[in-house]
């Protein structure tokens, strides 16, 4: 095993030793990787080309993509099942639950199998609206749509250029960086030292940009998902600069807690939520300001959906202020839904300010990087070269 590959791996072997009382679950703790198994459907129910004004009688099965931890159904503790209730109330039965833990992953999932719905994050959403792979969605059939604020009901990452709505947002986080005093300071903290934590997906790279729209303004950085080949050249670099074995590429919020615990980060990339974990916990750890990018992950529903009024009721489900404050005590992410801001995620909504319209207005939100630069003119990269170049770095 090189050494690069190591480096991303080997945090996986260190639970346990985290010595912080944390009130919010992690969702990927040790015990909450386990699978709902894939259930064969062997009933043919008759699809439904669209669902009827008032969403019809469920077509009783519906198959389901989303991201590790954002649809829990009790395999990792009795107490997280958001799945089994939904089952009950609607008489939908979940014959399909994939999970799976990226943006690349997803995009395989979708290619080889058909699903009623799916939790997409920006990088994929704007592919599967551009390729017709999702429908439009009728909103007024979506009852706790207008809880969702507008900021984030607009989001570029939810709609085609008509304005049509394909997506609607689930979770949502934003990118900080934090640090332990002493440690590097400054816009680009994180990418100067190789002792720190960095997301691992392409989009970190959008984080580099705007790191470059700070320091080296003579590079015209402005919308940092929208880079021309010399601006994507320049946050590629800054990326690699101090790049090394001890780097770590956190894809679970658990590897950012263990980094800082066992001093192998002193800077990280890191949400909201981590930095109100070590508050609690007593440990001083600074946030660098700035402005910050974040996204948010949709519900949309696939173009060859055969279970469209289960969808239309699954989105209603999960976008009840009910199930998005488990899922959000759950994940440690953001709830779309303001109502959900109660109880043990009161704290958590202000940490990500999830309530504060001027803040929420502020945050980059991420789209997918395309050629032509979100529509608007000129020549930029595309997400695939974001890919490859990403690959090509962490290895």
Not at 104 to 117: C, I, W
Not at 241 to 267: K, M, N
Not at 313 to 341: F, I
């Amino acid at each position: 095993m090189s050494g690069d590959r190591f480096r991303r791996t080997r945090l996986g072997a260190l639970a346990g030793v985290v010595a912080l009382t944390v009130c919010l679950p992690v969702a990927t703790a040790p015990g909450a990787l386990a699978r709902r198994a894939a259930v064969q459907d062997t009933r043919s129910p008759t699809p439904s080309p669209k669902p009827s004004a008032s969403i019809g009688r469920g077509e009783g099965t519906l198959q389901v993509l989303t991201y590790q931890g954002h649809v829990e159904y009790g395999g990792a503790t009795a107490s997280a099942d958001w799945l089994s209730p939904f089952e009950k109330l609607t008489g939908c039965r979940v014959s399909r639950l994939d999970r799976v833990h990226s943006g690349e992953e997803m995009a395989e999932k979708v290619r080889s199998a058909s699903y009623d719905v799916i939790s997409a994050s920006p990088d994929l959403a704007g592919r599967l609206i551009a390729d017709g792979a999702v429908r439009p969605l009728d909103t007024t059939l979506l009852r706790s749509y207008k809880d969702i604020p507008r900021r984030l009901r607009e989001l570029p990452a939810t709609r085609d250029a008509s304005g049509k709505v394909y997506g609607v947002p689930y979770l949502w986080g934003t990118n900080q960086v934090i640090r332990e005093p002493g440690a590097p300071d400054g816009p680009d903290a994180v990418y100067r030292t190789e002792q720190s934590a960095v997301r691992d997906t392409p989009l970190s790279i959008a984080d580099a940009a705007l790191a470059l729209r700070r320091t080296r303004p003579e590079l015209g950085v402005k919308d940092p998902y929208q880079l021309t080949p010399a601006q994507l050249d320049a946050a590629v670099g800054l990326l690699a600069e101090h790049d090394g074995p001890r780097r770590v590429y956190w894809t679970s919020t658990l590897e950012v807690i263990q980094a800082f615990s066992t001093g192998e980060a002193h800077v990280a990339q890191a949400l909201p939520y981590h930095l109100d974990l070590f508050e609690r916990a007593g440990r001083t750890v600074e946030r660098e300001k700035g402005p910050v990018t974040g996204w948010a992950d949709a519900w949309m529903v696939g173009t060859g959906a055969t279970s469209p009024n289960c969808a239309y009721k699954w989105l209603n489900w999960v976008g009840s202020a009910d199930t998005q404050h488990s899922a959000a005590a759950w994940t440690g992410l953001a709830p779309a839904n303001v109502k959900a801001c109660d109880g043990e995620v009161r704290r958590l909504c202000d940490a990500y300010h999830a309530r504060d319209d001027r803040e929420l207005g502020s945050v980059l939100f991420a789209t997918r990087p395309t050629k032509d630069c979100g529509g608007s003119g000129g020549e930029c990269t595309d997400y695939t070269e974001w890919e490859k170049r990403w690959k090509d770095l962490v290895k």
